[in-house]
């Protein structure tokens, strides 16, 4: 089983970077329930998997995004693109990821 290295969000905590493994389940583990993926950048390169239901399940606020409100636990990863797959983020993305939420976390 493949492992991926993203960065989680947990809410009221700062991100930190997480080692997992690459499936549905552990994805689904980490946001609680079923995922929805929101792309962070236009070329598709870096993704914020969150709960799709967190809404309607009164989670939690996390991130102040877009007009929005991320709720619940979320993590960030990295997308091949070609394959359409996720994979680790990159210690530049990882960073460029933290700098990004940093103003737009909810504590």
Excluded: A, C, W
Aim: aromatic share 4%; no cysteine.
């Amino acid at each position: 089983m493949d492992k991926i290295k993203g960065l989680l969000i947990k809410v009221g905590e700062k991100p930190e970077t997480v080692e997992i493994d690459n499936t549905l389940q552990e994805l689904q583990g980490i946001v609680g329930g079923y995922i929805e993926t929101l792309f962070l950048k236009q070329d598709r390169s870096i993704v914020m998997i969150l709960n799709e239901e967190g809404k309607l399940e009164g989670l939690e606020p996390n991130i102040d995004f877009r007009n929005d409100v991320v709720v619940g636990n979320v993590i960030v990863l990295g997308t091949d693109i070609e394959n359409g797959e996720f994979r680790s983020l990159t210690e530049e993305e990882d960073l460029e990821v933290r700098v990004f939420l940093e103003s737009l976390l909810i504590r």
